[in-house]
């Protein structure tokens, strides 16, 4: 017996030592990151960058370039580029791969992202001393090329990627929304475009828009098919529409306060206009620009990055060209409440930084995301959609300023459309606003669009929405994205939820439980023989 409890008890303990060493391997046992002293040009590094593009060529290609260009400068330095298509998808891999110890080192992101890949312990590596470092920082003495310094990157957007102290990514573009609108159309309906557009504007143009001839065709395009408004993301629309109104959604700490008077009151809105037919989403009816260039919308809300897509002479049309309609399309700020007190989100990719075993890697990492934002990749990248370059030093270029003055001159680099949202956000960067960042806004972030996606298909499936409605899906929203399990106090830095324990770790803790079991009955059973 003696025997058998000894082999037992010392087969628990090697398994337990395994298992120590393995839990303690990888993402969630990396050492915290600090600046080397310097970079070894002499040794070889190999790191991964995964990149978003929208099936963009001339995206893809500046990316491409600026790999090749970096590896010029530093040879030693190999880049691997892996394009999505979606930062979903990135973000699934991500997470999947932080268990594995195999993120990538560097990556295109959105904080909200961030906020859960930091709940394993050193995963992102926090840039705070990487900024200001005196040799290796942004445009510090040890780099080899002409980077941005902290002072030039736009504040407002290097705001955006703090988490409470701390600084966990780059801002790598921006863009906000911008409200394209058919002006042939609005002109045609007896109404002349304001400089500030309301929300009651726009609901007003929408439903005069909705009558019909005799033959039951849409006055106003004589076509069978009219949805005079939609919106690309109706995230972003809640979100926005409860800001201007000063109303809950979330705070700081990351308590839940999206489900309140004012977003019911914003939905019954929303279910009115749906039922006449006047709103519909993308995620309902398809992408809001095929319908405007069809002449069957007459305000569509996208990204100032989707321009390309918007306009009878967009770059990017997405439709048969028999199908496109003659018009004047015009670029304005999304509706507003307040149009003295405008906001609007401020939305664009980041980048960020993976934290590996080697010092030297992490560097190599770092000084590959600093090339990102230097003046040809930020305004060569701002070309191609309608986004916004993220340093100061990029925008007053002269590159630049020439790019922007050259508005109009051709359908493709300078569309006008294209610049007139670029410039929405220019004007706009002040008032721009983030919604807060903690593990799980990611989640309240999609409910927020849920809401009026089901209130839409509701209404179409011709339910009553009334004040028992707003609540069944207050609360099938917020199980169906477990918002109720969301802990507050999470935004500062990441640390209040750390989400599952690993399966490794859960072994640990059993085996380390069984081995105290049969060494207790081991000295049990020693002292009961010695008795006897």
Known sequence: MIRRLKVLLLTLLIMVSGLTFTACHGSRGTLEFTVPSEFDKTKNYEISFWAKNDTNKAQADIYKKAIENFQAIYPNITVNLKLYTDYSRIYNDVITNISTGTTPNVCITYPDHIATYITGNNVVVPLNSLLTDEVFGLGGTGVDFDAPKVD??????????????????????????ALYINKTFVEALGYEIPEKITWDFIWEVSEKAMEKDADGNFKVNNQKVMIPFIYKSTDNMMIQMLNQLGAGYSDENGNIEIFNENTGN???????????????????????????????????????????????????????????????????????????????ISQGPSLCVFNKDDSGEVLASWLFTQYLLTNDIQTSYARTEGYAPVTVKAQN?????????????????????????????????????????????????????????????????????????????????????????????????????????????VTLIVCLAAAWVLIILYFIFIKIKEHR
């Open 397 to 505: 270029s002269e590159d630049y300023k020439a790019y922007l003055n050259a508005s109009g001159t051709d359908n493709n680099e300078h569309y006008s459309v294209k610049i007139d949202a670029t410039e929405i956000l220019l004007e706009n960067t002040e008032n721009t606003f983030t919604t807060p960042v903690f593990n799980g806004s990611a989640s309240l972030r999609q409910a927020a669009g849920e809401l009026i996606e089901n209130v839409v298909k509701s209404v179409r499936r011709k339910e009553t929405i009334d004040s028992a409605y707003i609540q069944k899906v207050y609360k099938n929203v917020s199980s169906l994205y477990r918002l109720d399990q969301i802990e507050t106090g999470s935004s500062q830095g990441g640390k209040s939820d750390l989400g599952p324990l690993p399966s490794t770790a």
């Open 266 to 344: 914003i939905l019954y809105e929303i279910a009115e206009h749906a039922k006449s037919g006047a709103f519909s989403t993308f995620k309902i009816s398809s992408y809001p620009a095929n319908f405007l260039n069809a002449g069957q919308c007459i305000f569509a809300i996208d990204s100032t990055a989707g321009s390309t897509w918007m306009g009878c002479d967009a770059p990017l049309l997405d439709i048969a060209e028999d199908s496109i309609v003659r018009f004047e399309t015009v670029v304005r700020e999304i509706p507003q409440y307040d149009t003295e007190n405008p906001k609007m």
């Open 152 to 177: 030039e990157i736009v504040p407002e957007f290097l705001k955006e990627c703090y988490i409470g102290d701390t600084c966990y990514a780059l801002p790598y573009m921006r863009s906000t929304e």
